[in-house]
């Protein structure tokens, strides 16, 4: 969760944008949130909820994939693809103002 994302909760910590909520939440479960994001995300479902049941809603889709695909692997077809498409992906970083 970036400061644009973090920007996107509205005053009750829910976020405003499905996208960028749902994204957030994969980070904060992966682990890839910055400590004070971490820290205010971790504050904010002591206190709510309806939050706090959708992170272990996703928690729980995630572990469920996890052992779901974990003897399996991929066909050699789809990591080629996949391999050539991030080589494709390039990402562009833009400054915003009036972000938390």
Same mark, same amino acid.
């Given at each position: ?45 002591? +206190? !709510?909820? =309806?939050?706090? /049941? ?5 928690? $729980? @889709?995630?572990?469920?994939? #996890? *052992? +779901? !695909?974990? =003897?399996?692997? /991929? ?5 080629? $693809? @996949?391999?050539?498409?991030? #080589? *494709? ?12």
């Amino acid at each position: 969760m970036n400061d644009r994302e973090a920007s996107a909760l509205d005053g009750r910590g829910r976020d405003t944008t499905d996208a960028a909520g749902r994204y957030a939440l994969e980070e904060a479960l992966d682990g890839e949130l910055s400590p004070a994001l971490a820290e205010r995300l971790a504050r904010h479902l002591e +206190s !709510c909820t =309806e939050c706090a /049941a959708e992170v272990e809603r996703v928690r $729980r @889709i995630k572990e469920l994939v #996890r *052992r +779901s !695909c974990a =003897e399996q692997s /991929a066909p050699p077809a789809l990591r080629e $693809r @996949i391999t050539v498409e991030y #080589r *494709r992906v390039s990402v562009t970083m833009r400054r915003t103002t009036g972000g938390v």
